[in-house]
């Protein structure tokens, strides 16, 4: 029996009415997701680009449909237990100390208690529990090693990593794709899968990672604070004339359309509480659902 036959069986109603319990149940979680990313402001986008890596090295390693909505997913929300770190550690712009490292290394099992219970928990479990696990066994949080560390594990951590690297953070810009790529490269078998590793390397050389790099949507890439980089996120139903905000510094910026393009501009003010309080893209989510749920349900 398939897993939409199931969930009609389940709740007794028709087919529509079992396909929109299922994406409210994912949305839920990449909500839950999204206001957990939020707290970091240098993070913008980060899930949606990890989302969109995982997915597409999925496919490439020849994975299914299912398989690779069902990873894209798990890359959306490996790291909702960082809601556990104080935002002391989480905002750091200097070297961790061992006791604060030691708690970012609780946020893998954290994000799994935060699971329990949730219909959808088992489907993203490996994701979340296991993408800093690596085939040398130095990694957390139980140091599997090799081919112990499953697939989606394997899958997201290379995904994880190489946005941290290209994205830019309080200490140091990110850097480029060929810099993070030879990391990967000199890296594999000790903190990347080889297999997947290499995919991924080709794919970076073939110049299919370029158009996620820096963005926060799909055709949309992250604004500049003047003060602290690319930190700004543009949503698609902003325009001319709206109000964005750096949530490092607070710098309110103007949205302006200049040839065809909408271009952040400092205003000079800060935003108040009120309008730095984080916002779902809910948009963005919706997208996700539709297109995740279709292909976990037909697989």
């Given at each position: 029996?398939?897993?939409?036959?199931?969930?009609?069986?389940?709740?007794?109603?028709?087919?529509?009415?079992?396909?929109?319990?299922?994406?409210?149940?994912?949305?839920?979680?990449?909500?839950?997701?999204?206001?957990?990313?939020?707290?970091?402001?240098?993070?913008?986008?980060?899930?949606?680009?990890v989302s969109r890596y995982a997915h597409l090295l999925a496919t490439e390693s020849g994975l299914?449909?299912?398989?690779?909505?069902?990873?894209?997913?798990?890359?959306?929300?490996?790291?909702?237990?960082?809601?556990?770190?104080?935002?002391?550690?989480?905002?750091?712009?200097?070297?961790?100390?061992?006791?604060?490292?030691?708690?970012?290394?609780?946020?893998?099992?954290?994000?799994?208690?935060?699971?329990?219970?949730?219909?959808?928990?088992?489907?993203?479990?490996?994701?979340?529990?296991?993408?800093?696990?690596?085939?040398?066994?130095?990694?957390?949080?139980?140091?599997?090693?090799?081919?112990?560390?499953?697939?989606?594990?394997?899958?997201?951590?290379?995904?994880?990593?190489?946005?941290?690297?290209?994205?830019?953070?309080?200490?140091?810009?990110?850097?480029?794709?060929?810099?993070?790529?030879?990391?990967?490269?000199?890296?594999?078998?000790?903190?990347?899968?080889?297999?997947?590793?290499?995919?991924?390397?080709?794919?970076?050389?073939?110049?299919?990672?370029?158009?996620?790099?820096?963005?926060?949507?799909?055709?949309?890439?992250?604004?500049e604070c003047m003060m602290c980089g690319p930190t700004l996120v543009v949503r698609r139903d902003?325009?001319?004339?709206?109000?964005?905000?750096?949530?490092?510094?607070?710098?309110?910026?103007?949205?302006?359309?200049?040839?065809?393009?909408?271009?952040?501009?400092?205003?000079?003010?800060?935003?108040?509480?009120?309008?730095?309080?984080?916002?779902?893209?809910?948009?963005?989510?919706?997208?996700?659902?539709r297109a995740s749920a279709s292909a976990l349900l037909a697989g």
């Amino acid at each position: 029996m398939s897993l939409l036959a199931e969930l009609k069986d389940m709740l007794g109603g028709t087919e529509r009415h079992a396909v929109r319990h299922y994406e409210d149940l994912l949305a839920s979680l990449l909500v839950m997701a999204w206001m957990v990313e939020a707290r970091d402001p240098y993070t913008g986008g980060h899930l949606w680009r990890v989302s969109r890596y995982a997915h597409l090295l999925a496919t490439e390693s020849g994975l299914g449909p299912a398989d690779a909505a069902r990873i894209a997913v798990g890359g959306f929300l490996h790291d909702l237990g960082k809601i556990s770190v104080p935002d002391h550690i989480l905002g750091k712009k200097d070297r961790l100390t061992e006791d604060e490292y030691a708690v970012i290394k609780t946020h893998p099992d954290v994000g799994w208690r935060m699971l329990a219970g949730h219909p959808l928990a088992r489907l993203v479990e490996a994701a979340i529990r296991a993408h800093h696990e690596t085939p040398d066994g130095r990694g957390y949080p139980r140091g599997l090693r090799g081919k112990d560390v499953p697939l989606d594990g394997r899958i997201v951590g290379i995904c994880d990593a190489f946005d941290a690297m290209t994205s830019t953070r309080p200490y140091r810009r990110g850097m480029s794709i060929g810099q993070a790529l030879h990391i990967i490269e000199e890296n594999l078998d000790r903190q990347f899968d080889r297999e997947f590793g290499e995919r991924f390397l080709a794919l970076g050389r073939a110049g299919q990672l370029g158009h996620i790099v820096g963005h926060s949507d799909e055709g949309i890439p992250l604004r500049e604070c003047m003060m602290c980089g690319p930190t700004l996120v543009v949503r698609r139903d902003h325009h001319a004339g709206d109000r964005i905000y750096c949530h490092s510094c607070t710098g309110e910026y103007a949205l302006e359309e200049r040839q065809g393009q909408l271009t952040a501009v400092p205003t000079g003010r800060m935003g108040t509480a009120q309008q730095l309080e984080p916002e779902v893209d809910e948009a963005l989510i919706a997208q996700v659902v539709r297109a995740s749920a279709s292909a976990l349900l037909a697989g």
